[in-house]
Structures are given as C-alpha cells and as structure tokens.
C-alpha cells in the first residue's frame, strides 16, 4: 500500500515496538486533537457548531485547563452554555409544567414523550466531547487501513506479529472492525496471530505478577525480585486498561 497520511502513523507506531502500538497511537492522535481544538480550529464555524452540540469531557476539560491558552477553552464554553441550555434545561422546566390529564390520554402521552427526550438529551450531553467524537472517527480509519495493510503487506504483517503485546481494549477493537473490514478466512487467521500474541504476554505477565505477590511473603524477605517483577502491576494495568 501507497504510504498516506493514515498509513504512515500506523507504521511509525508499529515500528516502536514499545507496548501496544495501537495505545501509542491512540495517545499521538489524543494529543494532535487537543491541540486542533484548542489552535486555531477553535474559531471556524463548523468546529464550533460541534463543539457547542457536544461539549467535553472531564479528561479532556482537565487537561484543556492545564493548557496556557485558557481563553480558547474559555470562548468555546461562552457558546456552548446557551446550547445546552436551548437543548436541555429549558425544554425539561417546559416538560414539568405540563400536567398528565386522565381523561386525554393523547395529552399525556405528548408529556411522556417530552421527558424521554429530556432524559435522551441529559444522557447525551453528559457522555458528549468534542475530542473523544474526533478521536474515534480518526482511530476507526486507522483501523481500518491497519487491517488492511496487515491483509495486503507481508512486511507488515511480520511487523504486526513481532508487537510485544496488543491491550485488551484494543485486542477488542480489532476484533470487531475485523469483523467489517476481513473476509472469513483472513479474520480467522488474523484471530489466531492476534490472540497468540496477546496469550503469550499474559503468561510472561502473570508470572512476573506472581513473582511480585510471593516477594511479600515472610519465607522471601530478602529475595531479590526480577526485572520483570518490579514492573508487574505497572505492565499489567497497560495491558488490561490500555494507555501508554
């Protein structure tokens, strides 16, 4: 495959060979859409039509605080509040103003159906970011042409099955988009290479852990630990959890 702007940070990440290569580039394109967002972006209309929809979430809120440019997080909110207010709050205090009558049924169920939409709306706005909307749209793509790349590339393949280990989340990941993105035979075989990879990091992993766990006890006191048991938990919490 021709290499593009997708192609290439799929490489550049499995060429690192330091943890999952998917969280490492998970956390580049995390890091690129913060600073989209909080750059220039922030001023064109179609990114503020967005972001005043969706809002962010506490991660990306937190990290957006921490950032020097606080005024662009500043006018972002300025118009995101009177969204969720025409979106949310005043379509609830309508809603509960409303009094089901008995006797007109077809009254009650207009009540009915303005609290579900309150409900509908509450939920969303509070799972709503901006970032995290970007972030998987880009990481489906990338998906996408890493599975690609792995079905069509020879060199590529032996660089996805020489990756120490895939995190459980993205093992998911892969999983699924595979069952959109491979024909049946390359998906059982992509299975194979992927859960093989997976299953032999767990079982390094567990008995670094195991190591780690019986150093504790009182008949090892004094027993030095491993490299690989000094990093247990750490390791552990990257491949379970995800993240770099």
């Not at 940070?9 to 690192?16: G, V």
């Not at 939920?123 to 972030?135: T, W």
Request: with cysteine.
């Amino acid at each position: 495959m021709k290499e593009s702007i997708y192609t290439i940070p799929i490489n550049e990440a499995f060429d690192r060979r330091d943890g999952c290569p998917l969280c490492r580039l998970f956390a580049d394109l995390d890091q690129s859409s913060l600073e989209y967002t909080m750059g220039a972006a922030m001023m064109e209309p179609d990114v503020r039509i967005k972001t005043n929809e969706q809002g962010f979430c506490c991660r990306h809120m937190q990290i957006m605080l921490a950032e020097k440019n606080k005024l662009s997080l500043a006018l972002m909110i300025e118009s995101h509040l009177p969204e969720l207010d025409k979106s949310l709050f005043a379509p609830a205090i309508l809603a509960s103003g409303l009094k089901p009558e008995r006797r007109i049924p077809f009254f009650s169920s207009i009540v009915r159906r303005r609290y579900q939409k309150v409900r509908e709306d509450a939920r969303k706005a509070e799972q709503g970011c901006f970032i995290c909307s970007r972030v998987s749209l880009f990481m489906g793509r990338y998906l996408d042409n890493m599975l690609h790349m792995w079905k069509n590339e020879p060199d590529f393949r032996e660089k996805f099955n020489s990756q120490p280990f895939f995190c459980v989340p993205h093992y998911a990941d892969i999983i699924e988009r595979s069952e959109h993105s491979l024909p049946p035979a390359h998906r059982q075989e992509m299975y194979r290479a992927l859960s093989g990879i997976c299953r032999l990091y767990l079982t390094c992993l567990n008995s670094d852990i195991s190591e780690f766990c019986k150093s504790f006890d009182y008949r090892n006191a004094g027993r030095g630990l491993g490299d690989g048991a000094k990093t247990a938990v750490e390791r552990a919490r990257a491949f379970l959890t995800g993240g770099t």
